[in-house]
T-cell receptor, first 112, second 116 residues
Framework: DAKTTQPPSMDCAEGRAANLPCNHSTISGNEYVYWYRQIHSQGPQYIIHGLKNNETNEMASLIITEDRKSSTLILPHATLRDTAVYYCIVRTPNQAGTALIFGKGTTLSVSS | GAVVSQHPSWVICKSGTSVKIECRSLDFQATTMFWYRQFPKQSLMLMATSNEGSKATYEQGVEKDKFLINHASLTLSTLTVTSAHPEDSSFYIC????????????FGPGTRLTVL
């Protein structure tokens, strides 16, 4: 799986958009970008994934650059409950039998 | 996605005792489950991959005789911490692989183990 690089921490004001970057310059053609988050003392939660097109669901939007070397997870209106560690992971989707490997992620702190 | 439960959510035990943690896939038949451990202020570390009906595969540095994993059915995997010591105190999390349309992993809520 390709390596990813994320800033260790970010702050965001409640109600504002939180934009979390991820660099994955060695991503290969068949690898997807997955985002998970972990709220304190809970198990990680799947957020969204994408290959090359921008994606949106009820939780977030994922913007992937045209060269696919980086992406941004966008929480459009951050709330206090979005305070968590966010993990960007690159892998192929046909890997149900292999575990996710977590880096250090980005700790997002949302404040009022 | 798959719904995963863990039991207990927290446990306190005396040093030298054994503790069993259950991981259940409630709505998905999981051929493969994963066990992670997380120490305070650290990321999740994969301990082992549990395959239904066969022996688990342990990551380097994880003692298979200390952390016994049983995956006897497609909905249940158990992790037994044998002869627990204070250094085994941690947050243990299981996950199910392949539960989503793009093989996303889904995680249990975790079990907090404190060994006195």
């Amino acid at each position: 799986d390709a390596k990813t690089t994320q800033p260790p921490s970010m702050d965001c004001a409640e109600g504002r958009a939180a934009n979390l970057p991820c660099n994955h310059s060695t991503i290969s053609g068949n690898e997807y970008v997955y985002w998970y988050r972990q709220i304190h003392s809970q198990g990680p939660q799947y957020i969204i994934h994408g290959l090359k097109n921008n994606e949106t669901n009820e939780m977030a939007s994922l913007i992937i650059t045209e060269d696919r070397k980086s992406s941004t997870l966008i929480l459009p209106h951050a709330t206090l409950r979005d305070t968590a560690v966010y993990y960007c992971i690159v892998r192929t989707p046909n890997q149900a039998g292999t575990a996710l490997i977590f880096g250090k992620g980005t700790t997002l702190s949302v404040s009022s | 996605g798959a719904v995963v439960s863990q039991h207990p959510s927290w446990v306190i035990c005396k040093s030298g005792t054994s503790v069993k943690i259950e991981c259940r896939s409630l709505d998905f038949q999981a051929t493969t489950m994963f066990w992670y451990r997380q120490f305070p202020k650290q990321s999740l570390m994969l301990m082992a991959t549990s395959n239904e009906g066969s022996k688990a595969t342990y990551e380097q540095g994880v003692e298979k005789d200390k952390f016994l994993i049983n995956h006897a059915s497609l909905t249940l995997s158990t992790l037994t911490v044998t002869s627990a010591h204070p250094e085994d105190s941690s947050f243990y999390i299981c996950s199910v692989g392949g539960g989503g349309s793009y093989n996303e992993q889904f995680f249990g809520p975790g079990t907090r183990l404190t060994v006195l």
